[in-house]
């Protein structure tokens, strides 16, 4: 019982680590610069 | 078989019809032919909105969409490598892959950014165009083998837009990396304290129902764990502030956040070694909640700082040298004083000067605000920045760099921007009552416990005091309500740009106004005509006297509005309309010729008129007698505009114009006096004018004559009599005092820089938007309160609990849960 908690929260801590990775790579690649146009961009046509 | 049918060509996308296909259309200017129903669709409603004008104008003959908007092969003939010179200090990168930072004016929309970005995307040699939305810059990438920026700068005008290279202000470089620190620790303290959260949530269950004291262990552990960068790297800017504001022997809202944060970690981790209860969610939670209120915050502010670089944006980049006979386009920078420069019709003047060749207007709405364009000739001062008219005029360069009258402009607004009193919040102010309260509660704890109760006890019950007193929704307290008080303005048209501004207007009791453009609509308007004949002045005894009077008004009107009905003159257009408003319907005309600064020439049915000023009729013989100058001086003094119309060389009369009241400005004026504010009407224009306005609306006070940059000299004097001021103004000129005023209310019809400086915007150009804006600030500021009040409430209450000793963590969870949904749903009420 113990030893399943403990892993639980380990995996539960990783998920949210690599959420926290995303985040931080996000946000150094400047995805947070501007949030207005891109939800402008995908009515863009193709080409 | 019929005869191959005749091939039509549809009138607005040019493609070939058969007759038989075609759709046509009887519209005002004759029959017109399409290919099918959307085209006349498409084409009605051009019309009907009003842009006929467009069919005129394209200058493509091809069918469908013009070449030169899908594709540019041919950038510029020349070679690419002679990149111009003035340039060259913007654009960075090594090798042929280059970059540099553009400014576009002119984008409204998102659609103009995606004109903007498909257009340079196809363009032969640029690599990318990343166009921002909320600033309207451009990163742009390009090769240098293929492309110059010179190239794609003409690109970008083709379409429409004005782009500027531009190298982003250190001050505001210093904000985005600012902003970009904040994000990363909220960021970070948003994720670890929603592990956080799951572990106490299984530690809660634990209290009520019983745990296992080894499982109990392990979640603590992971709680501490988590916890720790949440405290020690997301709340480094509090322990930080704190240590500074201790070393000061100031209590802060810093000192009052650390305390909370760092007595709940230290507790818990004792209790943690005693088989106690944990806080570690407490300690987290008030970090990250206080995070997220201040990055709130702080976007907001990120864009006040971009007026500045908006306003060195108006310096144009180049200016064209005389030199002897040849003319060299030269970088603004490398221009000194006493050089010559070419201006050429519709530039802007590149920098201060004065004129030694040449007449011409120039539009100074820029700097004065006045709409009217200036006259210029020989010895006339210039200013750059300003958009020269219709004439060529050669200037010697007077000032330059820090010295131009934009720079100073530049300076006034940053100066003002800087020394704006630094907030004083409410919440510190709190703090440092209430600081003290729970030191002292937390130190009679200790002192009783140690001499009363358990000597080893009374450390761990006093710092449950300091843990269980920190208040935890007090960084929403301000920012929600705040949030929720914008998003109300913002539905009713009103722009706020932050919390501070909220705080400051609701405090306002004096509302300085800028009178063109804010009290008046800034437009002219025909407010009299007088006739001048010669025969009916000296007064012939005639029977319809008075019906000849209004048939002699109506021909003065006729003439005029023929004679201007090509112009864009602003005197012109207000002309035409009244005429227009009075079913008088102009005369054909030819001949049209616009005299700058003066008026116009033209022939109405093969009689030459002349509409415009004194000068103008002299020039052509026509006397204009003394007494009926003198009229015309009494008209201009009450505020009015006179222009002359002759006909054939006789005066047939005068015609006043005037800038009117909005209709409710009086209105608005009222209700402001209601509440208990004095109304200031600040003007640069003379006493007689201002004072025409200010009756008309109902103000008392009257600043006139007040010189462009002695705006935000008279704001501050007002400040200084311990007025909380707010300026209402809408040109560049007003930029300064919108900065230097406790706050700046711009109108969204006024220039971008006004809009800028200002704290906030009104969506509508009527003044009732400025009543309704304190009212809500007033409004919202309450919550404020009652939320701060809610916010240490519960924490209050809870207080008592620990001092006897009797602190249960479900207490202190509680409190914590109870005051943020209270704060959270009061702030709701607003909206």
Redesign the interface.
């Known amino acids: 019982?113990?030893w399943t908690?403990?892993a639980l929260?380990i995996l539960?801590?990783a998920i949210?680590l690599a959420?926290?990775f995303i985040?931080?790579w996000a946000?150094k690649t400047g995805q947070?610069?501007?949030i207005?146009?891109p939800k402008?961009?995908m009515?863009?046509d193709e080409s | 078989m019929t005869s191959p049918a005749a091939r039509l060509i549809c009138d607005h996308c040019l493609l070939p019809v058969s007759t038989r296909d075609a759709v046509s259309d009887d519209s005002p200017g004759g029959r017109k032919v399409f290919c099918c129903h959307a085209c006349r669709a498409i084409y009605r409603m051009i019309t009907e909105e009003g842009y006929g004008d467009f069919y005129k104008r394209r200058d493509w003959k091809t069918v469908g969409i013009p070449e030169a908007l899908r594709r540019a092969d041919q950038p510029e003939p020349g070679p690419p490598a002679a990149e111009r010179e003035a340039l060259l200090p913007f654009i960075r990168g090594n090798g042929d892959i280059k970059e540099a930072d553009l400014m576009i004016d002119g984008i409204r929309c998102a659609s103009c950014i995606w004109l903007n970005e498909k257009v340079l995307e196809r363009t032969k040699g640029v690599l990318s165009a990343r166009i921002n939305f909320a600033t309207h810059r451009a990163l742009i990438k390009w090769d240098g083998a293929a492309i110059t920026l010179h190239a794609i700068l003409a690109r970008i005008r083709s379409i429409g837009y004005l782009a500027r290279p531009y190298t982003p202000a250190a001050q505001e470089e210093a904000l985005k990396k600012q902003n970009y620190d904040l994000l990363i620790r909220l960021g970070t303290a948003s994720f670890f304290s929603m592990q956080l959260m799951l572990l106490s949530f299984g530690l809660y269950a634990g209290y009520f129902q019983g745990i296992d004291p080894v499982e109990k262990y392990w979640l603590e552990f992971f709680a501490l764990l988590m916890c720790t960068p949440v405290l020690f790297y997301s709340g480094w800017p509090f322990l930080r502030g704190a240590y500074g504001g201790l070393r000061n022997r100031v209590l802060n809202m810093d000192v009052l956040i650390s305390l909370g944060a760092l007595s709940a970690y230290f507790l818990s981790i004792h209790h943690m070694l005693t088989r106690g209860e944990v806080y570690f969610d407490t300690s987290a939670m008030i970090i990250t909640l206080v995070l997220l209120g201040r990055f709130l915050e702080h976007s907001a502010r990120r864009r006040a700082s971009q007026a500045i670089a908006r306003l060195l944006a108006l310096q144009p980049q180049d200016a064209r040298l005389v030199r002897d006979s040849d003319r060299v386009v030269v970088a603004v920078s490398s221009v000194k004083r006493g050089d010559m420069l070419e201006i050429r019709p519709g530039e802007k003047v590149a920098l201060d000067g004065i004129i030694k060749e040449g007449v011409s207007e120039v539009d100074e709405s820029l700097v004065t605000g006045e709409s009217r364009p200036v006259e210029k000739s020989p010895g006339s001062g210039m200013i750059g920045g300003t958009i020269n008219g219709l004439g060529t005029v050669i200037m010697e360069v007077t000032r330059v760099g820090q010295e131009t009258t934009l720079s100073r402009i530049t300076r006034l607004v940053e100066n003002a921007q800087a020394s704006t009193a630094p907030i004083h919040r409410f919440a510190d102010r709190v703090s440092a009552y209430f600081i003290p309260f729970v030191i002292a509660a937390a130190g009679i704890t200790f002192w009783h416990w140690h001499r009363y109760f358990y000597a080893d006890q009374s450390l761990l019950v006093a710092v449950s005091v300091l843990v269980i007193a920190c208040p935890c929704a007090l960084g929403l307290a301000t920012p929600v309500a705040v949030l929720a008080g914008t998003g109300r303005a913002a539905r009713s048209g009103i722009l706020i740009k932050g919390g501070d501004v909220l705080e400051r207007m609701h405090k306002v009791n004096t509302v300085v106004m800028d009178k063109t453009g804010t009290l008046t609509t800034g437009k002219m308007q025909v407010v009299e005509v007088r006739n001048l004949e010669q025969a009916d002045r000296v007064g012939v005894a005639d029977g319809n006297a008075v019906a000849s009077i209004q048939n002699r008004s109506e021909k003065i009107i006729l003439y005029a509005a023929s004679a201007e009905q090509g112009s864009e003159h602003l005197l012109g257009a207000a002309i035409v309309r009244y005429a227009r408003d009075k079913g008088i319907s102009p005369l054909s005309s030819g001949g049209f010729q616009a005299v700058p600064g003066q008026g116009v020439r033209a022939m109405v049915e093969g009689k030459q008129v002349l509409v415009g000023k004194q000068s103008l009729l002299e020039q052509e013989d026509i006397v204009v007698y003394p007494e009926i100058v003198a009229e015309a001086e009494v008209l201009e003094q009450s505020g009015r505009t006179v222009v002359f119309v002759s006909q054939e060389k006789v005066l047939l009369g005068m015609i006043a114009l005037m800038d009117s009241a909005k209709p409710d400005a009086a209105f608005a004026v009222e209700r402001l006096k209601r509440m208990g504010m004095e109304v200031v009407m600040i003007t640069g224009d003379n006493r007689t004018t201002a004072d025409v306005i200010a009756k008309r609306t109902g103000i008392e006070k009257v600043l006139s004559g007040v010189l462009p940059s002695g705006k935000s000299e008279e704001v501050t004097k007002l400040r200084t009599e311990g007025r909380v001021v707010a300026m209402v103004g809408d040109g560049i000129n007003d930029a300064p005092a919108l900065a230097a005023a406790d706050v700046g209310v711009a109108m969204s019809a006024g220039s971008d820089i006004a809009i800028e400086s200002a704290g906030m915007v009104l969506m509508r150009s009527d003044l009732t938007g400025v009543v309704e804006a304190i009212e809500l600030s007033r409004k919202t500021f309450r919550v404020i309160k009652q939320n701060l009040f809610w916010a240490f409430f519960y924490n209050v209450a809870a207080i008592p609990l620990a001092m006897a000793g009797l602190l249960h963590p479900i207490v202190a969870a509680g409190a914590m849960a109870l005051s943020s949904v209270t704060v959270v749903t009061n702030s709701l009420r607003l909206r």
Do not use: K, N, S, Y
């Open positions: 019982m113990l908690i403990i929260i539960m801590f949210g959420g926290w985040f931080l946000a947070f610069d501007d207005e146009r402008h961009r009515m863009d």
